[in-house]
């Protein structure tokens, strides 16, 4: 019973720790796409200029934020499919960072209104489009974020439930090689001749000497 429990339970934070995998390619894949719009437009306004492209800092900010998704979800596959304590914990204590982080965020552009002031300068215009983008789907974009949330918190509930369960086993394994350890000099105590049957045995001797 013990072991279904486990395997349920590895299952499910793996596939929980999916969607978290699957946020984090499409995040890379929209900034690799905004990458290549954005070349392919200071191509065609100077052709006649062969430096490398500068591209903007919210590309590169998603770009990172995805790899850092695809990190954190195969850390989570890992520890999901070793049951190791130490990496749980490492999954769990930067799934909190992580929610944390975020919830800092939220609640920066939610109660200050000139957030826009603390992030870096634009002279492109390219971020009060993807603004707009943003503002014209914002349902999707808060299901997403819901979305999130909510698969950060189950993975952390899991990968609690998880470490306590194998926490359990190892102590009741612990507790069952103790007690074998304990039975095993009763069990095997080495049988000692009595007594009267070596003195019977010298005492014959010692007859059959004197004939």
């Known amino acids: 019973m013990a072991r279904l429990v486990k395997s349920f339970l590895q299952s499910m934070l793996k596939l929980v720790n999916l969607v978290m995998g699957m946020v984090g390619v499409t995040i ?11 070349q392919r437009d200071m191509q065609g306004s100077s052709s006649d200029s062969f ?17 850092s998704f695809c990190v954190i979800t195969s850390i ?7 049951v190791n304590g ?5 999954y769990m204590v930067i799934l909190v960072s992580l929610l944390l982080l975020e919830t800092a965020l939220a609640a920066d552009i939610f109660l200050n ?8 300068e634009d002279p492109t215009g390219r971020f009060d489009d993807f603004k707009d983008f943003v503002n014209s789907n914002i349902e999707m974009f808060q299901w997403i974020g819901l979305l999130i ?11 609690m439930v998880l470490r306590t ?9 612990d507790s069952d090689d103790d007690y074998t350890t304990a039975r095993n000099p009763l069990l095997n105590r080495p049988v000692q001749p009595l007594p009267y049957v ?3 045995a010298w005492t014959v001797g010692h007859d059959s000497m004197k004939k």
């Open 28 to 38: 890379i894949l929209y900034g690799l796409w905004m990458m290549r719009v954005w």
């Open 51 to 67: 430096e490398p492209p500068h591209f903007p800092w919210f590309i590169w900010a998603s770009i990172i934020t995805g790899i």
């Open 76 to 82: 989570g596959h890992i520890a999901a499919d070793t």
């Open 86 to 90: 130490h990496c749980l914990s490492c």
């Open 113 to 120: 209104s000139d957030w826009e002031k603390d992030l870096p």
């Open 149 to 159: 949330v909510l698969a950060q918190g189950i993975s952390i509930l899991l990968a």
């Open 165 to 173: 369960t194998e926490r359990r086993q190892a102590s009741n394994y």
């Open 198 to 200: 070596a003195n019977d």
